[in-house]
């Protein structure tokens, strides 16, 4: 594919209500992060994918947070009973194994919840 | 754990002027070392890395970045600034012992080049 692409770019979400955050990572890329950045701030680290196994999760803020990855390609992050802290950009990225270890990063996610 | 220190929220600089961002890291491993860009309402395009080897890097743009181990710095530079480098500027280190490690990164500078 041509980049990491995500969907949707915009999302206002009322407080209490559930959210879906969509990642289509480069094709043939097995490494998959999302990071939250929240504003005037750099991103931070919310999990990291191996293929579809989930390796860290170390970064997820709380329980209300989940991603998954089933079949090792598009990836979902999902937020439940959205708070105001919540509102940021989430940021997915892509990497192939091995040197250089670059991560391609998508456009964004910008999440207001209201 | 690595952490990262971008010194200077905001760097204004006059158009054709030379810069320099700095970063400085803390780790008690090796590293791998990032410097990304971030375009309003765009995600982040690698400039440069560091992973082993000769310590002045060379990325895209024009700019360069110095990795100095004792000193725990990264600092990005450029030679000569044009209007289009106006941007937010992040750098970044990762776990430099094994793969695919997530990133750490700073809290940005924002570079402002004035015409």
């Known amino acids: 594919g041509a980049g990491v692409s995500q969907s949707p770019r915009y999302k206002v979400a009322k407080r209490g209500q559930d959210v879906a955050l969509r990642c289509d990572p480069i094709s043939g890329h097995v490494s998959l992060f999302w990071y939250q950045q929240a504003l005037g701030q750099g991103p931070e680290f919310l999990t990291y994918f191996q293929n579809e196994a989930q390796l860290d999760k170390s970064g997820l803020p709380s329980d209300r947070f989940f991603a998954e990855r089933p079949e090792g390609s598009v990836s979902t992050l999902k937020i439940q009973r959205t708070q105001q802290e919540d509102s940021a950009v989430y940021l997915c990225?892509?990497?192939?194994?091995?040197?250089?270890?670059?991560?391609?990063f998508g456009p964004g996610t910008r999440l207001t919840v209201t | 754990a690595q952490s990262v220190t971008q010194l200077d929220s905001q760097v204004p600089v006059f158009e054709e002027a030379p810069v320099e961002l700095r970063c400085n890291y803390s780790?008690?491993?090796?590293?791998?070392l990032f410097w990304y860009v971030q375009y309003p309402n765009q995600g982040l395009q690698l400039l440069l890395k560091?992973?082993?080897?000769?310590?002045l890097v060379k990325g895209i743009n024009g700019f360069e970045a110095e990795f100095n181990k004792s000193q725990t710095s990264f600092h990005l530079r450029k030679p000569s600034v044009h209007i289009s480098d106006t941007a937010e500027y992040f750098c970044?280190?990762?776990?430099?012992?094994?793969?695919?490690?997530?990133?750490?990164f700073g809290t940005g500078t924002r570079l402002t080049v004035i015409p």
């Open positions: 970044a280190v990762s776990d430099g012992r094994s793969g695919a490690n997530n990133l750490f």
């Open positions: 560091y992973l082993s080897g000769s310590t």
């Open positions: 780790s008690s491993v090796s590293v791998y």
């Open positions: 990225a892509s990497s192939s194994p091995g040197p250089p270890y670059e991560q391609y």
